[in-house]
């Protein structure tokens, strides 16, 4: 079992930065594949990108690519996503999600943050 917990959400202007953090408890965060994903009301989740445990491999939804960046530090059970030149379409509940190298399914959830970007 592994415990998310999202921060560094708010309300920006388009063009702006912000740097969401996830911070995991509970078993080995550094077993797991740790992912970024995004929903908006009325809109089915979105992925956005994941991190792989040890070699740190990364990937992008074609929307985010270029803009975005994940991250993560083991040692302090951490993974974080970068938003740069955001854009009003970035709106949205961003949640980190963590799951066993591998497997398609998340199995573990954060309650989220909320990101508002402004035109």
């Known amino acids: 079992q592994v415990q998310l917990v999202e921060s560094g959400g708010g309300l920006v202007q388009a063009g702006d930065s912000l740097r969401l953090s996830c911070a995991a408890s509970g078993r080995t965060f550094s077993t797991y594949t740790m992912g970024w994903f995004r929903q908006t009301p009325g809109k089915e989740r979105e992925f956005v990108a994941n991190?792989?445990?040890?070699?740190?491999?990364?990937n992008y939804a074609d929307s985010v690519k270029g803009r975005f960046t994940i991250s993560r530090d083991n040692a302090k059970s951490t993974v974080y996503l970068q938003m740069n030149s955001l854009k009003p379409e970035d709106t949205a509940v961003y949640h980190c999600?963590?799951?066993?190298?591998?497997?398609?399914?998340?199995?573990?959830w954060g309650q989220g943050t909320q990101v508002t970007v402004s035109s």
């Open positions: 991190i792989s445990p040890l070699s740190g491999t990364t």
């Open positions: 999600a963590a799951t066993y190298p591998g497997r398609p399914r998340y199995d573990y």
